[in-house]
């Protein structure tokens, strides 16, 4: 706690030299590629304080149980900021804002389809995943069946997960970075690429959860603020800002109702599918489920969290319409096009410009900043988590690895994850990256998500059901993306695409959930009777906890 | 865990109420939240001018309020299932691993 205090005051210090910068007078309309000075002091403020964290993080972070669980003793609360931080990625912030200034009530349905995995996960895995899992969602998925193929299993959907929102959020944060600090892309790579690996490899998952909760605190505070600012324009009346975002915007009364987004019904469906299951899977979230105590913490964990998402996710719904009108009519914004300035993604900065000036530009830049770093930094574990615990541990060592070779593998996982993704950030600089995130989406609902539920719910699955399945899904969504309208019409520059629909996860969850349970009844072998005979045991510590990993005392 | 003790939890009364009653009410609660998010899907899908109707003369439409209230109600649904679980089914475990102890 003592800590605490003093990066409170380090950071009311570094906040109050920052206000006094920012005071001296601007000289006319502010330059979108210029040095920002207002968003790198604030930034170095976030840097400083959350090495602060990290330093004290590391002197905690001694076994492998505090590297990848933070010693199972994070709060219910604190956990439920931590996974709110988590989801809102600068993607969904910038993203989502975006898409409400560009197309309106579109924006509303992807938000609800981002939300409504939250219950499903409460009712059907949190708790579950806690009485079962120790560091990786594979620990749950592997529990009564045979290790070896499962974990490897996991193992990949984990690392592709990983690397495709990686890669998503490199190239991201490139590319805000270069627009609102006026720093050079590649430095905002590398930048953020050492970041992640110090926070990771020095404070394992206590740093990386704490630097998650100060990020969801600034994110929910920054964006209450801007929606707060946009609604006393006008009254504190959504009507009122309904009525003068439709006046101006180019569609008129159309964006006030789905637009063209989802237009046939398989596409809807498929894309709620994916959106709503994919969060069940995704190994970054998933992991957090074992920094809390006990089942009662994990359920109050998401519970927190869907609040803040869904309170989250009405401030961004406000912050595009305010876009709409405060941004879209003001050249400032806009360059000799009239398009707007920095591209698709940036209504919300250029609001925080409108309605509260510099200070606030530079505060929600860092912030944004800040999104990318937390975030990259809670999927690296994820991954690093995959190689060390899943694949080194369990895959290549049998079990047969002591805590000091398992935890030197996963530090040295993050940093080559760490260097691939700063590799990868400034390969696919010029690429559009814009699909990956949906592609993980659709890998973690057909492969992870599958073999997860099952495992968890149905007594007949076997090891050969589950690896078949999983991989089956897995093939599936990839090579659906990648035949289908957004990898080869839009990156491939092929004329029409040969799967006609954007999401797979229609089709390859019921390929996944089919083979599996093909591959599973048909299965006559010894391991089968060991996977199934398996099942009782495994349930009772599921319902009841006993036999559970507990907190690690401090 | 050992096969005495999955024995001993498995014929503990206590456990078989917890089960039952867990199962049916997490099962309940994410078919309605299913149902709920996907009639909404569907609407979207078949009937997109439906949400596009004037709400009271003025220029929100139905949509707004309907997708507010999935929100909130997500928010809600899981409240109710935290208030049951860590009253009722804890107290139902904790006793179940007192009997075994």
Known sequence: MRYLSVFAGLASLLWAVSALAAGEPAVGPVEKQAVNVTAIVMFLMFVAATLAITYWAARRTKTAKDFYTA?????????????????????SFLGIAGLVYSKGYDGLIYSIGFLVGWPIIMFLMAEQLRNLGKYTFADVASYR?????????AACGSLTVVLLYLIAQMVGAGQLIQTLFGLEYWMAVVLVGILMIMYVTFGGMLATTWVQIIKAVLLLAGATLMAGLVLSQF??????LFTKAVEVHKDGIKIMAPGGLVSDPVSAISLGLGL???????PHILMRFFTVSNAKEARKSVFYATGFIGYFYILTFTIGFGAIVLVSTDPQYLDAAKKLIGGGNMPAIHLAHAVGGNILLGFISAVAFATILAVVSGLTLAGASAVSHDLYASVFRHGNVNEVDEMRISKIATVVLGILAIYLGIQFQNQNVAFMVGLAFAIAASANFPILILSIYWSKLTTRGAALGGFMGLATALILVIIGPTVWKDVLGNAEAIFPYKYPALFSMTVAFVATWLFSITDNSDRAKIDRAAYEAQNLR????????????? | MQSDLVEKVRNNPQYQELVAKRSVFAWTLAIIMLAAYYAYILVVAFAPASLGQTLSGGTTTIGIPIGVAIIVFSFILTGIYVWRANTEFDELTRQVKEAVK
């Open chain 1, 235 to 240: 009254g504190f009346s959504f009507e009122a």
């Open chain 1, 542 to 554: 599921c319902q009841t906890g006993i036999g559970a990993e507990g907190a690690a005392v401090h």
């Open chain 1, 276 to 282: 709503m299951f994919g969060t069940a899977g995704l």
């Open chain 1, 71 to 91: 010693g199972g003793g994070i709060t219910g609360f604190q956990n439920g900021l931590a996974i709110a931080g988590d989801y809102m990625s600068a993607a």
């Open chain 1, 145 to 153: 069946l045979g290790q070896t193929p499962i974990r490897a299993l």
